[in-house]
C-alpha cells in the first residue's frame, strides 16, 4: 500500500491548470476572456433548463472586495448537474442599486466542468462600507438579485455591528426553519461554522422532509460526484438559498463536509490510507464548488486553505479556524477516553503549528474592540464525570495542551495591550447550547481567571425534535464549573449584536423544525462587558427561564 501522504502529494492541481483557472476565476474578465473559453462556449446551444437552481451567494467580505458564487446545474440532483461537458460562459454584474441602473463592476467567467460549473469571482475595488447588489446571466437566463455588503475601512470608527452564527444542518432532519427566521433579520454577515452537509445517505422518504430522494443520493458520499449531489441537494433548500442572497457569508468546516470525526488525514477509528486522503480530496473539492470562498481557497495538491481574516474597522476582528485539515489524530483515542499524557505533547495540535503562529500573530497585532475566533468545536472543558476520568476526545478536551497553551498566550497578549483584547469564542458542532468561561485553568471557579468567552451554538436542524442531548449532557455540568449555561433541546442560531460597550448574544430558538414556518422565540440572552471576559446572562427575553449551569433566571 502507497504511503496516504504520498497520495495526497500528488495530487498536483489535478482539477484545473493555472492557465484554465485564471480564465474561470474572471481574473480576466471583458472581452479578452472570450478567447480563453473552449469549445466556443460563447455561442453555443442554450441550456436544457433553467440554470440557477441552486441559487447565488456572497462571502468574505472586506473593505474593497467580496467574492460572489453560482453554479449552473438546470438538472441539480443527477450527476453533472444536467450541463453540458464543455465550458459555458457566464456574465456577472455588480451594482449600487437594486436596479441596476449605476453598476460599478462587470465581467465574464468561464463556468468549466471541471469545477461542476460553479462560478467564484473576486471583486475588488469597491467602497468600504457600503450595501450592493449582484447578479449573474448566461445565454438568456439570468439569476436572482443578491444582496451584500463591504466591510467598513480599515480602522474605521464603527458604531455596531451584527451578526448571526450557524452550524449543522441535516437536511432530512428537518425543516430549515431557523433560516427562515435569520431572514427577517437585517445582519452584516452569516457565520457557518461547519456541518454544512452531512456525508451519510438520505432515507428513500426524505426523513422529516417527508419526499422522495432518488437512489443516488441514498448512498454514503464516498467519491466526488457523490459530495457534488449532497451539496446540491442542500443547496436546493429555499430557505438557505434566500439566506445566501440576503447576507455575505464566512464558512469553515467540520468533520461531516467529509466524514465523521475525522482528523487531518486520519478517518475515525482507524489507520490513515490512500483511499481515504482521496475521499478528504474529493470532499474538500466539493466543498469549494459550492461556498461564495475566495480564489486564493481553490483546492490545490488534495489541501484548501480555509483559515482567514475579516476586519470590521475597529469594532471587530474575526479570525476563521480550519480545526480540521491540520489536526493530529486524537493523541488519547476516539470518542470518549481518559485524558492521557500524550494529549500534552506539543505535536498534539488541533490546527497546526502554523496556523496558531497565524491566530496568534493576529490577536497580538489587532487593534480592534472585539476579537472573534469562529471555529468548529467546543474550546472549553467538559468533564464528563465528576473525577474528571473522561473526555470527548474529538473536541479541544482531546488536545488539552494545545488548549492550554493558546488560552496562556492569549492572557499574556490582553496583558501587555493598551486596549482589551475582547477575546470571544464562537463554536458550532455540539447540537446544543453551551456559555463557557474559557481559562487556564478550569477548576479555578474565581471570575478573575477566565481569559475568554466562548458561545457554542445549537443545530440548524440536526437531531430534530427529539431530546438527545439534553438527558446526555445535563448530569455533567454539575461537574464543569467553566460552564455557565447548557440547554440541548431546541434548534436554532445564535444572534450576536456589538457595540464598543458590550457584546449581546441572543438565542434564537424556533418551536420545531418539522414546520417550515414555524415561529422563533429568544430563548436566553447574554451580555459580555468591555474588559471584563465572561458572560452575564439577561433574563428578561426568555419564555422559559433557564435553570442549568451557574445562572438561574427563576422567580424569586
Known amino acids: 500500500m502507497s504511503d496516504p501522504r504520498e ?26 476572456l472570450y478567447a480563453q473559453l473552449r469549445g466556443d462556449a460563447v455561442r453555443a446551444a442554450p441550456l436544457k433548463g433553467y440554470p440557477f437552481r441552486l441559487g447565488i451567494a456572497s462571502g468574505d467580505p472586506d473593505p474593497t472586495a467580496v467574492s460572489l458564487w453560482t453554479r449552473l446545474a438546470p438538472e441539480p440532483l443527477t450527476v453533472g448537474g444536467g450541463m453540458p461537458r464543455r465550458d459555458v460562459a457566464v456574465r456577472w454584474e455588480l451594482a449600487r442599486d437594486e436596479r441596476f441602473r449605476k453598476v460599478e463592476r462587470r465581467g465574464v467567467v468561464a463556468a468549466v466542468p471541471e469545477l461542476a460549473h460553479s462560478v467564484h469571482v473576486d471583486v475588488r475595488g469597491l467602497d468600504p462600507g457600503r450595501e450592493y447588489f449582484y447578479r449573474f446571466a448566461t445565454g438568456p437566463d439570468r439569476s436572482p438579485v443578491g444582496r451584500t455588503r463591504t466591510a467598513p475601512r480599515p480602522g474605521a470608527r464603527v458604531k455596531e455591528l451584527t451578526f448571526a ?8 432532519d428537518g425543516f430549515y426553519t431557523a433560516y427562515r427566521r435569520m431572514n427577517e433579520q437585517d445582519l452584516d454577515l452569516v457565520i ?213 497553551r493558546l488560552l496562556e498566550s492569549i492572557a499574556a497578549i490582553s496583558e501587555t495591550r493598551e486596549r482589551h483584547l475582547n477575546p470571544v469564542v464562537v463554536t458550532g458542532d455540539w447540537h446544543s447550547t453551551f456559555v463557557n468561561d474559557l481559562k487556564v485553568d478550569f477548576e479555578d471557579a474565581s471570575r478573575d481567571a477566565t481569559v475568554a468567552t466562548e458561545f457554542v451554538g445549537t443545530s440548524i436542524t440536526t437531531n430534530g425534535d427529539g431530546l438527545v442531548y439534553g438527558p446526555y449532557y445535563e448530569p455533567m455540568v454539575p461537574f464543569n464549573p467553566s460552564i455557565q449555561f447548557f440547554d440541548g433541546d431546541r434548534r436554532g442560531y445564535v444572534l450576536c449584536k456589538l457595540d464598543h460597550d458590550e457584546w449581546r448574544t441572543e438565542l434564537r430558538m424556533v418551536e420545531e423544525v418539522g414546520d417550515a414556518d414555524a415561529e422563533e422565540y429568544t430563548f436566553a440572552a447574554f451580555v459580555v462587558e468591555d474588559g471584563r471576559p465572561g458572560a452575564e446572562i439577561d433574563c428578561s427575553p426568555g419564555p422559559n427561564p433557564p435553570k442549568l449551569g451557574r445562572v438561574d433566571c427563576s422567580p424569586v
Open 7 to 32: 497520495t495526497l502529494a500528488a495530487l498536483q492541481d489535478h482539477v484545473i491548470d493555472r492557465r484554465r483557472f485564471l480564465a474561470f476565476t474572471g481574473a480576466l474578465a471583458g472581452t479578452a
Open 165 to 172: 452564527f450557524a452550524s449543522c444542518q441535516a437536511w432530512p
Open 192 to 404: 457557518h461554522l461547519g456541518d454544512y452537509i452531512y456525508e451519510y445517505g438520505i432515507p428513500a422518504d426524505g426523513g422529516a422532509r417527508g419526499v422522495a430522494i432518488p437512489p443516488a443520493l441514498q448512498e454514503y458520499c464516498v467519491t466526488l460526484d457523490r459530495f457534488r449531489l449532497q451539496h446540491a441537494l442542500y443547496k436546493t433548500d429555499p430557505d438557505l438559498q434566500e439566506t445566501h442572497r440576503r447576507f455575505p457569508f464566512a464558512v469553515t468546516w467540520d468533520d461531516h463536509e467529509v466524514e465523521n470525526d475525522y482528523a487531518g488525514i486520519y478517518p475515525e477509528y482507524a489507520e490513515t490510507s490512500p483511499e481515504f486522503v482521496a475521499k478528504r480530496a474529493s470532499a474538500y473539492q466539493a466543498y469549494f464548488e459550492h461556498m461564495p470562498l475566495r480564489l486564493s481557497a481553490r483546492p490545490s495538491r488534495g489541501e484548501v486553505k480555509l483559515y482567514r481574516r475579516l476586519r470590521y474597522g475597529d469594532l471587530a476582528e474575526f479570525n476563521v479556524l480550519d480545526t480540521r485539515q491540520y489536526r493530529a489524530d486524537q493523541p488519547c483515542g476516539d470518542g470518549e477516553q481518559p485524558r492521557c499524557q500524550a494529549g500534552f505533547d506539543p505535536d498534539a495540535t488541533m490546527t497546526g503549528d502554523r496556523q496558531e503562529e497565524w491566530l496568534l500573530d493576529g490577536l497580538e497585532r489587532s487593534r480592534a474592540k472585539w476579537n472573534v475566533i469562529a471555529q468548529g468545536v467546543m474550546m472549553g472543558e467538559l468533564k464528563h464525570d465528576a473525577a474528571g476520568g473522561r473526555y470527548w476526545q474529538d473536541a479541544w478536551d482531546g488536545y488539552p495542551g494545545q488548549r492550554a
